[in-house]
């Protein structure tokens, strides 16, 4: 059973940085894609960004430019590197892989907090 491990979340003040990691059981070279989603209470799940086996990038908007995410295959390690949060920053966030044609997985999630 593959399971993803998130670390690297805690309390932080408005302008300073985290960086998450995403460990995998297994080499994450077999996942075709991997992702980093938050959600916060009462919202739905928010894709935040993501990242393909070739290394292709993605990331929304409201975060360019602040967040990064990276894949290092030798560690089976994913990383959301974090910079100048933001009190909306506040949030759960959780690792995703997923594995054609049709095997997905998810992270428990670690708590980001961003005091302002």
């Known amino acids: 059973q593959v399971q993803l491990v998130e670390s690297g979340g805690g309390l932080v003040q408005s302008g300073g940085s985290l960086r998450l990691s995403c460990a995998a059981s297994?080499?994450?070279?077999?996942?075709?894609?991997m992702a980093w989603y938050r959600q916060t209470p009462g919202k739905q799940r928010e894709l935040v960004a993501t990242i393909t086996d070739a290394g292709t990038t993605n990331h929304i908007n409201s975060v360019k430019g602040r967040f990064t995410i990276s894949r290092d295959n030798a560690k089976n390690t994913m990383y959301l590197q974090m910079n100048s949060l933001k009190p909306e920053d506040t949030a759960v966030y959780s690792c995703?892989?997923?594995?054609?044609?049709?095997?997905?997985?998810w992270g428990q999630g670690t708590q980001v907090t961003v005091s302002s």
């Open positions: 297994l080499s994450i070279s077999s996942f075709d894609m």
């Open positions: 995703y892989a997923f594995e054609a044609p049709r095997f997905a997985y």
